[in-house]
């Protein structure tokens, strides 16, 4: 590492591949441990344990309709010109019990979801009957067991509900409830801590003012990590300042911190020392563009992500490194929350055998155009692209015409 | 209005197609005012004017390399074995200014982003140079303009940034603070008011006994909703009683207002008949399958939804009709949040023509199948289902074999 530590103004020595860099992090970060949430907040959380039901949904039979409970066999040959007559016993409905069985020529009016009386074994619909006093004439047979709903119809007892791993949708949390769980285990959210870094930066919100610019990444960051599933500890805009970058890093209790900007090999590029002197540098310079003056280390278990000042850059390497990290310790998938479309390059894309090129195009028609203005600091790049494409390591680009996958940046 | 109101334990005498209820969601529902919102907050928001820049990003010529400041001319000739010298006159960091102007022979050496001193117009990479003392060493010839940013590179004052109606992407919220906008106007979020009646009902988190189940209702609703942009502003349990649930619906001062449940025509169905009551039924029975007893209203200008108590058509019916409210009211696109795939099918799906059907499948392999348990009350259908297909409505189904369009729940 000591090399590491000494390569302000001198270039990188070596940059690691972005395969590379997935190894260091999937060795150095693995998924955050479990915390109870109630059922109506469990939404997009990931579930720390199979779960399997603690008992029959729904727990007693039910109609499935609105309509009168009766023995089916009772009906038989009921017609419009051939009405079955039955005596109404009372109304249920749903949350209500009839403690008494329906007896012969008996029938009870029901509504949908209400418990099906003792006697009865199947509900005529509404529809097919007429109702005089308290007498229901039946237009129409209905076959025993016909619109009830049996014990364990939706979720049986002991049936396996969701596995370890699930990250839970909204019709997931209404089961769990269903089935009367009141709390459930998740994985934590990572937090995150960002550390702004920088003499010319301004915060969000203020005018920017002669050699000063307003810091972005932050929000990037932000905003991203959420998208994530991860929680914004804390943001803190800091000057160039070895000490107090230094003492920000000793007092993260994050499971994870970024530090934006100072990553390269500027004279005011200080977090690679600093990582290196309290913990560990782990990787310095990446085979990635724009993005390549990425690095990362572990301070106290913690994962620390040097992030280029450049918002380009910035932004990639969050895609590629941070929120990898991120998805691992949330215990969430590895793929990118981005929907892929396959369309027709109308332009050249070359790029350089060796290194991963992260390029903004536009969407036309049905063809994808670079951006033409796409350094690493042209932030406008990506919001004037409709989405980006990878060129892998392997490839030197891509020809007018080929056909590439685009990740659209609204999906 | 007034047969509507009269319809309980008679059936739906006609039932309103999917595109009819479309149109009359739209013609009763705009979208909200607008409101400012900090720039760090303004993620996912939706512009509610077009956005023009008050400055150019930079706002000075920039540095895009760490190296030194020269005139390019100077260092043509330049090589490793013909090494041109600069006597340095500083160092220049970002946010920093040299008030000076460098002479000939002169550089200054300069990192990323900092403002290029007058009297340079290039950069030349520290890579190519070599230090020694006082005195920078050139090694190769960079010509002018070389790794400069020029003023408004990224953004130029007066370029449009953003039409109205943009959904701000994280890298457009970093924009917007880039040029110094500290607030910015965005719709204001729906609120939603969300009414859960029914006897039999407990609170999601507590156990079903007896009769009693728990609501799950609630659940999928908050989440969708708060998914398509919405604000759950309450949830109200209600037993199945006609004053409690007015005076509920009088009080609500939320944008629009969810009923779950008694929406049908059973006799405990009081929610059509109290929505004609207080304002206008517009809706009432809906050719789809499942959550044809869906209706709609309006009162004191508010969208009513009457939404079916059983959760998949419940969820159905939110997907179907209140997301398009939620969407209208906060200017969002009116596209489904799910991703949707074209596969095979593994088995037929039978319709009816004249009804749109919301059909649950799981996907295997390459090709998706029914779900074979899978009425209105089956909510653990949409858990064990990877997405739904809808049949359209002059469409009988589909034959095994056909490849349709599958929405995915997990995108």
Known sequence: MAEMNDIRMKGFHQR??????????DKNTAPN?????????????VLCEPITSPRNVPDFNRSAMDGYAVKGEETFGAASYNPISFKIRGRLTPGQEFKEEIQKGETLQIMTGAPLPKGADSVLMAEYTEQVGQCM?????????????????????????????????????????????SEVSVFKKPTVDILVTGDELLKPGQFPDGVKIVDSNSIVLRHCIQRDGGIVKMIRHLPDDLDLIRTALQESSADLVCISGGSAVGVEDFA???VAELGELLVHGV????ASPTGFGMIDHRPVFL????PVSCLSAYDFFVARAIRIKGARNLQWPYRSIAIKLGSNI?????RVDYVRVRIEGSQAFLIATSGAAILSSTTKADGFLVVPEASEGFAEGETVNVCLYDS
Chains 1, 2 share one sequence.
């Open 16 to 25: 690691i591949s972005v395969e590379g860099f997935y190894t260091i992090i």
């Open 33 to 45: 441990p479990s915390e109870l949430v109630h059922v109506t907040e469990c939404y997009d959380r």
């Open 137 to 181: 004439h039946a237009m129409e047979a209905v076959s025993p067991g016909k619109n009830v709903g049996l014990v364990g119809e939706d979720i049986q007892k002991g049936e396996k509900l969701f596995q370890k791993g699930r990250r839970l949708r909204p019709q997931d949390a209404a089961v769990l409830a269903s089935v009367g769980i």
């Open 272 to 274: 690679p020392s600093l």
């Open 287 to 290: 085979s990635i563009r724009p």
């Open 307 to 310: 992030l280029p000042g450049n």
């Open 350 to 354: 070359s790029s350089q055998s060796g």
